[in-house]
């Protein structure tokens, strides 16, 4: 089993993390895309980011599931479930629009709050995780029998029972126990207050893992995990987190090996993420 712990502060190793040994043109290329001149063909570059965000995120986590050439249509031209034929989404094409239009929505709350200059709150992260999750009425899990079952998901409150996962090899995935999550929560907050002088990239890794460390909700704790690292992205001056499908196993990967006290893999990761979809944007401006 692996036990849970309380969430940790960074090291100074960490704190003292950049992008230049993962991503050396991360930098560069976020200064010639801040140095862009607004127009159409940039926010236009910038939408296809943002919906590819919105329909990611619940692709990577099962929610529902989307063709990828079907998808592509929907990041070009809007989420729209008239552009979903049928069978090229699951469980279909209405509910998997339904969905990622609220993530598109929600996303479009993260600019808002940043540009706000809001603080964190442990209410607003529970606002997050009703509004991410509004369309979901009820969430998987394993009775006491241990058999599969349905249970209504509430929205927006703390997990009231363990959500402790179960891996292939039959191990057991400890994430903090329900009496403790308010308590960490309030800790989480307090700590990412802490955080200022830390490069943006290691700071919205921090934040993104100590969230799914505690694992507050009963389920959506990765899209509002990824939500919260987005938020300190922005205020950085960097790109939404966007994790896409196809890099769903490093990214597990990255978080399992924050889980061992390696927080620069997932720091490591993300930066090349942006340092990608910097230069996607780049490129596409040019076009």
Request: proline share 5%.
């Amino acid at each position: 089993m692996a036990s849970w712990k309380p969430i940790a502060d960074l090291t100074a190793d960490e704190r003292a993390w950049t992008a230049d040994d993962a991503a050396p043109e991360a930098e560069a290329l976020r200064a010639r895309w801040h140095a862009r001149a607004e127009g159409p063909s940039r926010r236009h570059a910038e939408q296809r980011l943002e919906r590819l965000w919105a329909i990611e995120t619940g692709i990577i986590e099962g929610v529902y599931q989307i063709d990828r050439g079907i998808t592509e249509q929907l990041v070009e031209h809007g989420i729209d479930a008239a552009l979903i034929p049928h069978g090229m989404a699951t469980p279909s094409g209405e509910y998997a629009a339904r969905v990622a239009s609220t993530h598109f929505e929600v996303l479009e709350g993260l600019f808002a709050f940043v540009k706000g200059e809001r603080l964190l709150s442990t209410s607003y992260v529970k606002e997050l995780h009703a509004a991410i999750t509004r369309e979901q009425a009820d969430v998987e899990g394993i009775d006491a029998l241990g058999r599969r079952a349905h249970a209504p998901l509430v929205h927006g409150e703390y997990k009231r029972l363990p959500n402790n996962p179960t891996r292939r090899n039959g191990s057991v995935h400890e994430y903090a126990p329900p009496i403790h999550v308010a308590a960490e929560m309030e800790r989480l907050v307090e700590m990412n207050v802490r955080l200022a002088g830390v490069h943006p990239i290691m700071a919205s890794a921090w934040l993104h893992h100590r969230l799914t460390q505690v694992h507050p909700f009963q389920d959506g704790n990765g899209r509002v995990a990824r939500a919260l690292a987005t938020i300190t992205l922005l205020r950085g001056g960097w790109l939404p987190m966007v994790v896409r499908r196809e890099q769903r196993a490093d990214y597990i990967a990255a978080l399992e090996s924050a889980d061992a006290g390696n927080l620069s893999a997932l720091a490591d990761l993300m930066a090349r993420f942006q340092a990608a979809d910097l230069a996607a944007l780049l490129a596409s401006g040019e076009s």
